[in-house]
């Protein structure tokens, strides 16, 4: 199976995709899709469409998976956040990719097996499970790559229902 995980974001969305076959994770690829701050904030969102749709045209994923959304205390950022999350979303639809969302405590279980694992400890994870040399430098490409990872797991853990 394919994937391509998102972690959702207006400046910086994190992208991977990585195929699961077998109980084995291969990372095809991984970025970010930047905007930059001062841009008009629908030109922000067109880039995140335009990217994402040239990701998909490209790797032709079988299924999406996005972290949910988590409110710190700033509103206006996550409103803001919360569209990009819905560009990405409408993204997956018109491709009609099956789209899945968890938790960042999904993915924290799903990764490390401990739902209040450390950043560093999720890191160390997928660097260990996807057999990558180093992490990433920005931390939504890693935490993209998570998502993916929870999604291949709770993929398995539900063939086995």
């Known amino acids: 199976m394919r994937i391509l995980g998102i972690d959702p974001g207006f400046a910086i969305t994190g992208y991977s995709v990585i195929d699961y076959i077998g109980n084995k994770f291969k990372l095809i690829t991984s970025g970010a899709i930047e905007t930059k701050a001062g841009t008009p904030f629908p030109e922000r969102l067109a880039k995140i469409y335009d990217d994402l749709n040239v990701i998909i045209d490209e790797y032709k ?88 990872i929870c999604h291949a797991h709770s993929c398995r853990f539900a063939e086995r229902l």
């Open 61 to 148: 994923p079988e299924a999406l998976s996005i972290e949910e959304l988590f409110f710190n205390n700033n509103i206006k950022t996550g409103i803001n956040v919360a569209q990009a999350r819905g560009i990405v979303v409408l993204v997956g639809y018109q491709h009609s990719i099956p789209t899945y969302e968890y938790t960042p405590l999904q993915v924290k279980q799903a990764v490390v097996g401990y739902g209040r694992a450390e950043k560093k400890q999720v890191q160390k994870m997928v660097q260990s499970i996807l057999k990558v040399d180093k992490v990433p430098k920005l931390d939504d490409i890693t935490d993209s790559m998570a998502v993916a």
